[in-house]
């Protein structure tokens, strides 16, 4: 099977710094992949190299079944867009997005059809004729990604292209992006330190850490099954206690029991519970139900149409926090000082020895 991309062992060294160790990964054609990570991790670096912007210490960049490892960005069959949009300020919106077209001698009327087609599917049909300084920076940014279209890469590459806007804007343009990309069928990588955006834009997540790859998978795989510490507690919040193994699936963190589907751990060996604020039952007959615990709220961050409540739960060693809807909040009575009765939801909790933790 010829795979859209094809990265085989690709490591880069600066120096004695090494920015990236052995990364493999397939894409197959028509994905959109996000690269999420910390700052540091690597995720720009692996951007760069199968753009060709720079050249790893060793391994092979295969695309669409032809070696392009040594070969310069010209001969890569790719667009980009930046953070910073890099459009030219003295260009009219028209002649931006038509840059890579008058660069390869494309014919002035195919030139024409192809950069209204273009501002038409990103909203900007009436802008042709302005400067980019006249247009917001949401415009900006579709501007760049039309440019990048223009013309008719096999793979597109964004470098974090939505991180300079503000929220709202963001948000609205992370739809606007997805939707396109999926219309035109385009395979697409991006770079982002934004979990939402990966969550909520990509086919499959891979998960960067230190220069190597966690875990590649969807964002439900990812947030709901996360395979490694560092996974788990870089998505999203999560709860972690430490606890022993007693076997067959029972633990004790502090002095409380806990009973749950994740056996393979020793008697007395030392382990992290890993659960997100979600991942209990708060309503319904809470007194029938294993792994119940009564914790009293310390403290509450209210966050619209959630809350998170710390509680102290008599036993447990450390508060945990717990996630409640804006209407669980007043059914329920979640208030600071109140003592309030949850049970884990233990198909979602996950566990990991203590010395893969640290």
């Not at 079944?65 to 949009?85: E, K, L, T, W």
């Not at 067959?248 to 806990?258: K, N």
């Not at 914790?295 to 409640?324: H, M, N």
Request: proline letters at 4%.
């Amino acid at each position: 099977m010829a795979y859209a991309l094809e990265l085989e062992g690709i490591h880069k060294a600066f120096g004695d710094f090494v920015a990236l160790k052995s990364i493999d990964l397939t894409i197959e054609s028509g994905e959109l992949v996000c690269f999420l990570g910390p700052s540091g991790c690597g995720k720009t670096t692996l951007l760069r190299i199968i753009a060709g912007l720079e050249r790893q210490t060793r391994g092979r960049v295969i695309q669409d079944g032809r070696d392009v490892s040594h070969a310069p960005p010209a001969a890569r069959d790719y667009g980009i867009v930046f953070q910073s949009y890099a459009l030219f300020p003295n260009l009219t919106i028209e002649q931006n997005v038509g840059y890579g077209l008058v660069n390869r001698r494309r014919a002035r009327n195919e030139i024409k059809a192809r950069v209204n087609e273009l501002l038409t599917l990103v909203g900007l049909s009436a802008e042709g004729r302005k400067f980019p300084s006249q247009l917001s920076g949401g415009q900006q940014q579709r501007v760049a990604l039309a440019r990048a279209l223009a013309i008719s890469p096999h793979l597109l590459l964004l470098d974090e292209p939505l991180s300079a806007l503000d929220a709202k804007v963001r948000e609205r343009l992370r739809g606007e992006v997805r939707g396109l990309q999926q219309r035109l069928g385009v395979t697409t990588i991006m770079v982002t330190h934004d979990q939402e955006e990966a969550l909520s834009m990509s086919d499959r997540i891979v998960v960067m850490n230190q220069g190597t790859i966690e875990q590649i998978g969807t964002p439900s795989d990812v947030y709901e099954r996360p395979q490694t510490p560092f996974v788990a507690d870089f998505l999203g919040k999560v709860n972690v206690l430490r606890a022993t193994a007693l076997g067959e699936g029972r633990y004790r963190a502090g002095t409380v029991e806990l009973d749950l589907p994740v056996d393979g751990f020793a008697a007395g060996e030392s382990v992290r519970i890993y659960l997100r604020p979600e991942d209990r039952h708060v309503e319904g007959d809470i007194a029938s139900l294993p792994n119940r615990l009564t914790g009293k709220i310390t403290a509450i961050d209210y966050l619209g149409t959630f809350c998170l409540a710390e509680l102290a739960c008599p036993g447990l060693g450390q508060p945990l926090l717990i996630s409640y809807s804006l209407n669980q909040m007043h059914d329920l009575g979640v208030r600071t000082g109140n003592e309030i009765q949850f049970a884990l939801r233990v198909d979602r909790v996950r566990v990991f020895a203590e010395r893969a933790s640290t």
